[in-house]
T-cell receptor, first 115, second 115 residues
Framework: EDQVTQSPEALRLQEGESSSLNCSYT??????LFWYRQDPGKGPEFLFT???AGEEKEKERLKATLTKKESFLHITAPKPEDSATYLC????????????????FGQGTILTVHP | NAGVTQTPKFRILKIGQSMTLQCTQD?????MYWYRQDPGMGLKLIYY???????DKGEVPNGYNVSRSTTEDFPLRLELAAPSQTSVYFC??????????????FGPGTRLLVL
């Protein structure tokens, strides 16, 4: 069974204080690892997809990296508007009987950036 | 493009009542999904559809039903509402497994309270 564990559960940063969020996973045949941002009362907003170990993607102050066991979301010089819950999800390979790429989500990391 | 839209935004139901949560997407995506999100838990898949007329169960289908008569619409039906169905429900869509573009895009959610 695919599993995703995110840490820490909550992270408080001062504006400009860089840090990283962790997503550890176990999956049968990784097809993709996804990062989403979720604001309170809103739906998850897509950020990145990573497909293979060593891959990196960047968007503004965010950089996502991937190894064979975990992914990191690095936040450089965060601003208060980066405050949100960050969700990680993995999509495994074709599992006998399924015709879709099942997403398994972690419980999320709540990031708060203070001015 | 509006993306994925959901109605209603919020609803209170009495135990035993029924209702339909509406979901529409305008991205011509073949795959559509229904998730529920409970506090401190990852998103759990309820049902999914790989195209009009084709639906299948996810991880937590009990108490729910779906139909898919068009590419755009994927309503979720709750029969005999129970307090355990109090949750936030998200609809999502993607191009699908075979396209290689498997990123799922989410709607804004429906918050349901069963009393």
């Amino acid at each position: 069974e695919d599993q995703v564990t995110q840490s820490p559960e909550a992270l408080r940063l001062q504006e400009g204080e860089s840090s990283s969020l962790n997503c550890s996973y176990t999956v049968s045949g990784l097809r993709g690892l996804f990062w989403y941002r979720q604001d309170p009362g809103k739906g998850p907003e897509f950020l990145f997809t990573l497909y293979s170990a060593g891959e990196e993607k960047e968007k503004e102050r965010l950089k996502a990296t991937l190894t064979k066991k975990e992914s990191f979301l690095h936040i450089t010089a965060p601003k208060p508007e980066d405050s949100a819950t960050y969700l990680c999800a993995v999509q495994g390979g074709y599992a006998g009987g399924t015709s879709y790429g099942k997403l398994t989500f972690g419980q999320g990391t709540i990031l708060t950036v203070h001015p | 493009n509006a993306g994925v839209t959901q109605t209603p935004k919020f609803r209170i139901l009495k135990i035993g009542q029924s209702m339909t949560l509406q979901c529409t997407q305008d991205m011509n995506h073949n795959y559509m999904y229904w998730y529920r999100q409970d506090p401190g838990m990852g998103l759990k898949l309820i049902y999914y559809s790989v195209g009009a007329g084709i639906t299948d169960k996810g991880e937590v289908p009990n108490g729910y039903n779906v139909s898919r008569s068009t590419t755009e619409d994927f309503p979720l039906r709750l029969e005999l509402a129970a307090p355990s169905q109090t949750s936030v429900y998200f609809c999502a869509s993607s191009r699908g497994w075979t396209s290689g573009q498997e990123t799922q895009y989410f709607g804004p959610g429906t918050r349901l309270l069963v009393l």
